[in-house]
């Protein structure tokens, strides 16, 4: 292999993108037969039940395997699963829908301009960090929410543990205009030229920090404009420098795929994939997702979350939830919401490895306290002693 070729398999280039190539990858049709945990198949994506997949991770090897289906899905399928009835209690998700309009209320007071990412700006309601303010002014509306255990299944199987959530609100108005398509963070947010300055494996490493999902808070009927897809894009290895040339945007105008979504249900898929938010073409609709992008916890987080804010405001829920009797699993979700499940970086002159090769975690201190019951003022301070520990 001469220099030039290996070159070439390094670094990528805008003007090396094929519309042919892109095209022979995403006319690909999904199989069902690899998705046999699924209800069905519908416009190339798979469809899942989510109480078929609960009584399925049901055990440990259960869990294992549907974990690997999901995953086979997100990175060498269609890149897009779509969970029915991911939440079952639909006033949970009404109590969230209540604390999120009352957020944006709130801003709407002040002012404050809420820019959009790849849509102009006042387009859309829009709620930066909602995960953070939900909690502090919400928690029990957040525990419940955050507890459910649909998101936390598909977040470890494609992340790990100690992944990272944030959330986004999005409310798109009777006649909200559409995104440009896009492909989303990390790379995705970078110029045509700031992307291209990484190399190549860095394009296939860029998509496995993140996970992206949106969850429905209302019906969503395809006039109400759902996000719309291309399943199997995800797979073109250039597609960080693909997705503004105006070729590829024309394709995903012509061939791109909407799911209508009930209240209540999911949707994940891999952020390579090219996507944006439809055209809201209702005249009576008010169309909320809450938007969750879940970090692994060895990548930066697209937001800045107080998660000590957090973890404070959630703990005395925690305390009740676990007195009422909930299950262990109930409380896991939540604290790995909540808290920041990944020790370093760290000051390890005043913060060592204890016991093994790291010191603990953030949601280590909180699931010592919920075990061992510990009063909110210790565990403020456990939290405070900890961030202090970590500065250098």
């Not at 991911?86 to 209320?105: G, K, M, N, P, Q």
């Not at 992944?163 to 398509?181: F, K, L, M, R, W």
């Not at 009927?221 to 199997?232: A, C, D, I, M, R």
């Amino acid at each position: 292999m001469s220099f030039t070729d290996a070159e070439s398999r390094t670094w990528l280039r805008a003007d090396d993108c094929s519309l042919d190539e892109f095209r022979s990858l995403v006319g690909q049709r999904t199989d069902p037969r690899e998705h046999p945990s699924a209800e069905r198949v519908e416009q190339n994506v798979p469809v899942y039940d989510s109480e078929r997949l609960r009584e399925l991770a049901g055990t440990p090897e259960g869990r294992r395997s549907t974990q690997s289906e999901l995953v086979r899905a997100l990175l060498d399928g269609p890149g897009i699963v779509v969970l029915k009835r991911a939440f079952t209690d639909l006033a949970v998700v009404d109590r969230a829908s209540d604390a999120f309009t009352a957020l944006i209320e709130e801003e709407r007071v002040t002012g404050a301009s809420r820019g959009d990412h790849f849509a102009k700006p006042g387009a859309n309601d829009r709620v930066w960090n909602a995960l953070e303010k939900m909690a502090v002014r919400q928690p029990e509306a957040f525990a419940d929410y955050y507890a459910n255990d649909m998101p936390a299944l598909i977040a470890e199987a494609w992340l790990g543990p100690a992944y990272q959530v944030t959330s986004q609100i999005n409310v798109v108005n009777p006649g909200g205009t559409a995104q440009q398509a896009h492909r989303d963070y990390h790379l995705g947010f970078l110029s045509q030229e700031q992307a291209a300055a990484y190399p190549a494996h860095v394009h296939r490493l860029s998509p496995v920090l993140t996970l992206q999902g949106a969850v429905a808070h209302c019906d969503m009927p395809v006039e109400s404009g759902p996000t719309l897809y291309l399943p199997h894009s995800q797979k073109y290895e250039p597609g960080y420098l693909a997705w503004r040339r105006p070729e590829f945007i024309a394709y995903f105008n012509e061939h791109h795929i909407q799911l209508p979504l009930a209240k209540g249900d999911a949707v994940f898929f891999n952020p390579a994939l090219f996507h944006a938010a439809g055209h809201n073409r209702s005249t009576d609709i008010t169309r909320m997702a809450n938007l969750l992008q879940i970090s692994s916890a060895f990548g930066r987080a697209m937001e800045t979350v107080d998660r000590d804010a957090i973890v404070n405001a959630v703990y005395p829920v925690l305390l009740r939830r676990k007195a009422e009797g909930v299950g262990e699993d109930w409380l896991r979700n939540v604290v790995a919401a909540s808290a920041e499940g990944y020790p370093f970086p760290t000051n390890l002159d005043l913060d060592p490895p204890v016991d093994g090769l790291a010191p603990p975690s953030q949601a280590d201190t909180l699931w010592q306290a919920v075990t061992e019951g510990w009063a909110p003022d210790r565990l403020r301070q456990e939290l405070r002693a900890g961030a202090k520990r970590r500065q250098s």
